[in-house]
């Protein structure tokens, strides 16, 4: 039975494909959801649930999974919460603030069921594990409560659950990678997809929750990640963006052959799929992007110029106490390999302001060390205590909310006229784009991606969505380029 169309997803309206890129990428959490549009016309279904998601690129990426489980049970999405049997909220613990939302989003729901006594409220994702003692008893907010490795057991939760039981499942596995579920594509464009390709972390970074949320990290087999991209390509998808919370430590033995594949096997094989699809990737880490990487990117024109390097800090000694396992010398050193080897590479970073202990001086290296990597886009954070983390049990959340502040300030400002310079040095130039749809401004026009990720508006003539056009830039904002498509071949993307 399919009812793909009923599912419907509330996603982040001024979320930006900008945003989903950075791949872990953070939907401001302040934000406001907004409902869109399925792919297909919907069908009727006699159960609905309602599916809100927060988080990073992978999180919404679980979304499509539960769809897919729900699918199978008979479910359609709808878009109106009090249409819905079941709501579901799959919640990110990164920092404070996402989890606040969360909890006022919570009691919302909660008053809702006060009308609707049969309506089920469940919590999935990242603050399922730390929450649910709180949510489902203390605060008897939510009838079930499912960790990101326990998808699989939805059905058999909402059951119990409909039998007026708690039901909880927040075990993490060593094992779990959802390789066999087909997401359901939800939000899409129709052109461009996140394939997530390994979950968990094993990294130990002192500020992060994500090793404790999401546990071990676990690479899912290539042969279910090619199978998945070359579907997508089969159904008219000509970009596909590889996830992990970082891939550069993809790790897959053969349990037959015993041969293992890197990542950057891994990536030649997805991009050997078909010349014209597309292939990103994030998120990569510092320590471990490897030369033979940037060499396999550097053979295939389909594997976009672009890498989101997160930096966190400029000062050696701050992403010691991070544990970041790598120094700004030998940070700098990378980009100087990508700079060498792809002349022409976009770059991206994530930066954290007032880490514990943070000085000025620290900060200034930050800031200097941002001019030096004349990043085209960062995102940008103030630290945040996370409960149980490293950083939390060893050191002293000590810079003052204001400092903290002020000095986010000056990295969004360094940031923005690094990225406008950026823009401006692309006017004049060809690019490559693929098509993602029309504008958001205006429905004359449409909008695509050049190769290093920037986003280009041009007028839609008789181009089609999906197809790859040569655009010269005429003129830019600090978020956008504008051009005009050029009527020339485009060469061919065969290495
Ligand atoms: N795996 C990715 C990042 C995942 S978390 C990596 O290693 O780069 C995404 C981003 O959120 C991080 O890069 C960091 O900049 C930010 N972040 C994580 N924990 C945070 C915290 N406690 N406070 C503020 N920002 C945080
Ligand atoms: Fe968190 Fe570090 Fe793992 Fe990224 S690499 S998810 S920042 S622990
Ligand atoms: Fe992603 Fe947030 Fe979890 S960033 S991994 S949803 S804590």
Known sequence: ????????????????????????????????????????????SSRKCYIESYGCQMNFNDSEIVAAILKEQGYGLTTDVAQADLVLINTCAIREKAEQTVRKRLQEFKSLK????????????CMAERLRHRLLEEEKLVDLVVGPDAYRSLPALIAEAESGQKAVNVLLSREETYADISPVRLNSNGVTAFVSIMRGCNNMCTFCVVPFTRGR???RSPQSILRECEELFEQGYREVTLLGQNVDSYYWIDPQTQQATTFAQLLEMVAQINPWLRVRFSTSHPKDITDEVLYTMARYPNICKYIHLPVQSGSTRILQLMNRTYTREGYLKKVERIR???????????????????????????LSLMDICEYDMAYMFMYSERPGTLAARRYTDDVPLEVKKRRLQEIVEKER?????????????VRTVLIEGPSKRSDQDFCGRTDQNKMVVFPKKHYRKGQYVNVRITGCTAATLLGEVVEETIPEMVA
């Open 217 to 219: 990290e676990r690479s």
């Open 114 to 125: 006060q009308n609707k006594a049969d309506m089920l409220v469940g919590v999935l994702g």
């Open 1 to 44: 039975m399919s009812h793909a169309g009923d599912l419907l997803f509330l996603l982040c309206s001024t979320q930006s494909r900008m945003n989903q890129l950075g791949a872990t990428k953070w939907i401001d959490e302040s934000r406001q959801g907004t409902a869109l549009q399925p792919e297909e016309p919907s069908a009727t």
């Open 417 to 429: 006229t690094l990225a406008l310079k950026n823009m401006q040095k692309e006017v004049g130039k």
């Open 340 to 366: 060498e080897i792809l002349p022409d590479c976009g770059l991206s970073t994530d930066i954290i302001a007032g880490f514990c202990t943070e000085t000025e001086a620290d900060h200034q290296e930050t």
